[in-house]
């Protein structure tokens, strides 16, 4: 009876939760600092790593928590959005807080949220660092949720800033053009401090390495500059390659497939070098470590299930390409459902060339102001000359799918790869 009341009572907190909040972003850190401000600070009392970029990000997250707490340290992460439990957002040695945790601060504090009018990510994000601060955690490993330089995160002095590869995504917000989006990623980067570029064009690291002097970061490590992943390989171990680099050459598996899990690597290899004692974790000590890394929903495969949880067409591209690489038992369905907001006939286009039949239908959980037209959607597909159909009801394209191919592929947002777990019982725990 104890566990029945305890989980209606964190159910009943995290409703009232999205209900007193405000759903819509508003970029500013005026209401996330004042909110830190009657919790003491609490983004003050252990020490960060910040990581910001359109896509690649969780994955590197990911990376820098597993070595560091291979390494023997207590790590936090800080993640967002999650995919079956709201928990998922506050890992503490690789496991989701407390639902009494969650439920002790919203009782607490939510009249202080509402009073300060923070947004929900602004409330989740100073309940991150409390709950971080209160476990006495060594180190707590930050992925910002938009943007960099307005985001709720962005209040922290980390001990290392690394910026991923730079996308075209919330461009309502942050700009139109990758060069008008990579100085509000680079909005991470603090005087004194290490500041990692990983992105790949040459044009928009230079944008970013020049936003990292002018914000006086130092010193400032350009992925590119210090060597390159060459001879990539997928296996079934995940992504193999050689890091060639003035220092010598290393041998690295990344245990998460995928091409671009390369450059993921090297973001997350080259913020543990830049690390200050006592964390800092050199290549040759970082590398083996990464081999037996899981993450949920990054081209997860589960029977001839895979998650990948790709919500723009870059992320598209690259779970396209993986998908060809890899290549699964044919034919292949691609089970999709994309926020309206997004550039969904993009993601279409990237993996029309690899898939033998599209199953359009509608996430349970993404909210009601972003559904996609999936007989829009449907009709697009058909024009182009696709396999297409729609199964608006989630859970009968979940049951039907299979019939229909060897191998599912279920993407478009995190609310359909989370759903989609949800119902098939997949744990985003076991990767």
Known sequence: MGDLLSGANYRAALEALFARTTGQWRLGLDRVESLLAVLGDPHRRVPVLHVAGTNGKGSVCAALEHVLRRRGWRVAKYTSPHLVD????FLIDGRPVPETAIVDFLDRWTP????????????????????????????????????GRLDATNVVDPLVAGVTGIGLDHTEFLGTTRAQIAPEKAGIFKPGRPAVVGEPDAEIRAIL????????????????????????????????????????????????????????ALVALTMLDALPAPFHVPP?????????????????????????????????????????????????????????????????????????????????????????????????????????????????????????????????????????????QVNPATG
């Open 112 to 147: 202080t949220v509402e009073r300060i009018g923070a947004t929900f990510f602004e409330a989740t994000t100073a309940m991150g660092f409390q709950l971080f601060a209160d476990a006495g955690v060594d180190l707590v490993v930050i992925e910002t949720g938009l943007g």
């Open 86 to 89: 709201f928990r998922e957002r």
């Open 209 to 264: 390495a020049a936003e990292a002097v002018r914000r006086g970061a130092s010193p400032i490590r350009v992925v590119a500059e210090e060597g390159a992943a060459e001879e990539i390989e997928l296996t079934a171990a995940g992504t193999r390659f050689r890091w060639c680099r003035a220092a010598g050459d290393l041998e690295v598996v990344m245990g998460l497939p995928g091409r671009h899990q390369a450059s993921n």
């Open 284 to 424: 040759e000590a970082a590398a083996p470590l990464l081999a037996d890394l899981r993450l949920a929903g990054r081209f997860s495969r589960h029977g001839s299930w895979i998650f990948d949880v790709a919500h723009n067409p870059d992320g598209a591209v690259v779970s396209a390409a993986t998908l060809q690489a890899v290549a699964p038992p044919a034919p292949v369905v691609a089970l999709v459902s994309v926020l309206g907001d997004k550039d969904w006939r993009g993601i279409l286009d990237a993996l029309a060339p690899v898939v033998d039949r599209f199953i359009l239908t509608n996430a349970p959980t993404a909210p009601a102001s972003r559904a996609w037209d999936a007989e829009v959607a449907r009709r697009y597909a058909m024009d182009a000359g696709w396999v297409a159909e729609l199964i608006p009801d989630f859970e009968t394209a979940l049951a039907i799918a299979p019939s229909r191919g060897a191998t599912v592929l279920v993407t478009g947002s995190f609310h359909t790869v989370g759903d989609a777990m949800a119902r098939l």
